[in-house]
Each structure stands twice: as C-alpha cells, then as structure tokens.
C-alpha cells in the first residue's frame, strides 16, 4: 500500500509545480498586511498561530485547488489582553478545521506511544473519529466536483496516461489513479500534516532564533535584499542562489527536526554494528520496532564537531560541510532519508524560502515578546551541556510533530519605507 500511495503521489512534485510560486504569493500578502494591522494596534503577534495559517491556506489550496481560509479568521490577540478575540475569530468556519485537526494529530500521537496497547484506551469511543469526520467533509465536499469523476477526466484526457497538467492541485492528478474515497482521503490527510507541520514549525523556530541572533538576521536580511530588493517577487532562481538562507533553514532543521522522533520496524532478522568494532552488533529480531531520535542526533558532538550545540547558519557553507556531513549524509535527515524520503521536501523549501524572503522584506527587529507569552511556556535551559549550547527560552512540545506550547508571542518592527 505505501508503495502504491508513494506511485501515485511522486509525478507531481516536479520542478514546473513546485516553482509555481502564486500560490504562496498570495497568502504570503494576506499574512503580511494583517501583521502589520496588528502590529500597528501596538499588539504582538503570536507568529506560531500565524504561519501555520499561512501554511495551511496554501497546502490545502496546492492539494485541493481550494483553501480553507483559515487566515480569513485574522489572527489571535494576546492572552489576557482588553481586546477579546471577536466572535468573528472564535466562529470562523475556518476554526472547526483548524482545532479538528490539531486534536486528531493529538490523539493518533497518542495512540503511537500507547502501542497495541491504544484499542483498549479507545474500548467506548475511537477519540480520533469525530476530528477525522470534519477533515473529511471538507474533502467529500471537494471531491462532490463532476470534473474530478474518472468519466470526465478521461473524457479531458483522451485516455491518455495520467500526467499532471499545470492547472492540476494534488487532488485532481490522484483521482486519475483511482476513485476509492477513502484512499484519497488517506492520502490528502497525510500529505496535509506533512505540508502544513513542517514548513510551519520551521518557520516558528526560525523566527524564534531570528529574536535570539539578530546578527544572524541581519546577515539573512542582507543577502535577500542584496538578491531580490525590498519588494521584488523572488524566482525559483532567486531562491537556489541564496545560500546563506538555505544554510539557515538548514540550521534551523537541524536543532528544531519537526519529526524529533521517528521508527523503523525490522522487516527481517538484523545485526546493528557499533561505531566501536570491537563492541559486539545487537541483534534485532525480524518485527522488532525501532525508535530513534531526530533530535538528539542532529545535536551529537561526535557526529557534528564541538559546537553541536550553538545555532550556527555557517555550519552548512564553511568547511564543516566536507568534514562532517558530505561522507556522512545521514547524520543530518529533517526529511528522512532513503526509499521514504519526503517527497515535499523541495516543495518545502520553496515554501519556507518564499515566505522569509517576504518577511524580511517587510519587517525587522525580530524580539521574544515575554510579556504576552503565557509564563508557563517561557524557558531558560539547554538542552545539551556542551559550552556553546543554545539558552532555550520556549517550553518545546509534540504530537506528531514538534512545535512551541502556547505559540511564540513576537514583536517586529516594520521595514523602513526607505528601503522600498
């Protein structure tokens, strides 16, 4: 079954769709303007909050042809603030999709750590149906389209072998391939939480080391200006050619992996060596499952040098590249690696590029805004105890992927008018 899902889905990640940059460019400006509303009110931004309704809006328009408008919603004010969220806020339609699908993500993370264990805890009630159903009602409404029947695809398409046209979201390019409801369901939820969670979490992080270097964005900022201007639309080109913000991506995937723990199960009886030959390999029972942390691997001083522990952009362009990660490549896996790689990855990437190179265009003085974040999500630790590790100054969490608790409260001071 995950092969045929991943033949059905890999035709449309090709270059021409994931350079088509409309899409992003158009909830990129929405997200912008209502920043600036907000910011001009004297209020922060819980930037968390905001990206992943970026992010959302544009994935379900690139895998529907549709978006859920969750932006139209507007964004939260802080807690505790004289300004109530509106009833407008709390209703929006865009809400119910929203809650349904951070609880559904919620609940099957649960289920993960339960085990086998999960259909007992769930004996009265599967917890994660009713989150499922309204994700699901929203795909039935879109898949009710005539167009999107097999009938008058082929009818469109003369028979011929199911290819992507240009115009095609996800949707309509794996309904060529089959017309199983469910399947496409499957299939939609899944990339859903992969599009939307990974480029949304690094995006928080990302700001949330932003407001700890401003060198670091300063720098960042620098080279997006230098290559596109203060208001250009950047290219595909564009984005390839930036290096130190394709460095800084990195960096951000490499302390902040979305997915901070993963598994494999052993498909046959398997010997793991040691790095220490002398040490005897562990023997892994055929059924066996194997968890590993992203995390914690991505911070090893053995596998990334002294300074595993400091956010450093440079790592990924000086000459720690060829000493740690080019004969090595798998110390460094935000996407996975090997036959299930992600297939968004570039698509990613893309996303994540576009969306910093606008930001940076508009805004500067990136700061932590302590004052409207809830005092139980502020931190001060580290999280490993090498000298240069970084001072975490957020509460970490995870579902199914990682991201900040109580979102990340931000102040940014708009660019100035001169520059544009």
Not at 4 to 29: G, L, V
Not at 110 to 119: H, I, K, L, P, T
Not at 137 to 160: C, M, Q, Y
Not at 379 to 402: C, I, Q, S
Request: charged share 30%; hydrophobic share 40%; net charge neutral.
């Amino acid at each position: 079954m995950w092969k045929f899902h991943r033949t059905m889905t890999r035709p449309f990640f090709n270059k021409e769709k994931i350079a088509h940059f409309d899409n992003f460019d158009r909830h990129a400006d929405d997200t912008i303007r209502q920043a600036k509303t907000r910011l001009a009110e004297g209020h922060p931004i819980d930037f968390q909050d905001m990206v992943a309704r970026f992010t959302l809006d544009s994935a379900t328009e690139f895998l529907f042809g549709h978006d859920v408008n969750s932006s139209g919603a507007g964004l939260p004010y802080p807690p505790g603030s004289a300004h109530a969220n509106s009833p407008e806020f709390l209703n929006h339609p865009s809400n119910r999709f929203v809650h349904a699908f951070a609880e559904g993500q919620d609940m099957t993370a649960m289920r993960s750590r339960a085990g086998a264990a999960w259909r007992l805890l769930e004996f009265w009630k599967d917890q994660v149906k009713p989150c499922r159903d309204v994700v699901d009602d929203f795909v039935r409404e879109i898949l009710a389209d005539p167009s999107r029947t097999k009938v008058d695809i082929e009818a469109r398409e003369g028979g011929a072998e199911p290819k992507p046209r240009e115009d095609d979201s996800l949707l309509d390019h794996l309904v060529k391939f089959t017309q199983d409801r469910n399947i496409l369901a499957d299939e939609i939820v899944n990339l859903l939480v992969a599009g939307r969670d990974t480029t949304a979490g690094t995006l928080t992080y990302g700001i949330y080391k932003l407001a700890q270097h401003p060198d670091i964005a300063n720098k960042l900022r620098a080279e997006i200006l230098d290559k596109v201007g203060p208001t250009r639309r950047p290219t595909y080109d564009d984005i390839r050619d930036m290096k130190y913000l394709r460095a800084f991506l990195n960096e951000v995937l490499r302390l902040y992996p979305i997915v901070p723990v993963n598994s494999r199960t052993a498909n046959k009886d398997t010997l793991l060596p040691y790095k220490d030959v002398s040490r005897r390999p562990i023997f892994v029972p055929k059924g066996t499952r194997c968890l590993y942390s992203v995390f914690l691997m991505h911070r090893r001083t053995d596998l990334w040098g002294p300074d595993a522990g400091k956010f450093d952009p440079e790592r990924f362009i000086d000459d720690r590249v060829h000493k740690y990660l080019t004969h090595n490549p798998y110390i460094f896996v935000p996407f996975n690696a090997g036959p299930r790689i992600c297939l968004g990855q570039q698509f990613a990437y893309n996303e994540m590029s576009f969306f910093l190179i606008r930001l940076l265009q508009n805004f500067t003085g990136f700061a932590l805004a302590d004052d409207a974040q809830p005092q139980e999500s502020i931190a001060d630790f580290r999280t490993t105890d090498t000298p240069d590790a970084e001072l975490e100054k957020r509460v970490f969490a995870a579902h199914l992927t990682m991201y900040l608790k109580d979102g990340l409260w931000v102040r940014m001071a708009e660019a100035p008018t001169m520059e544009k």
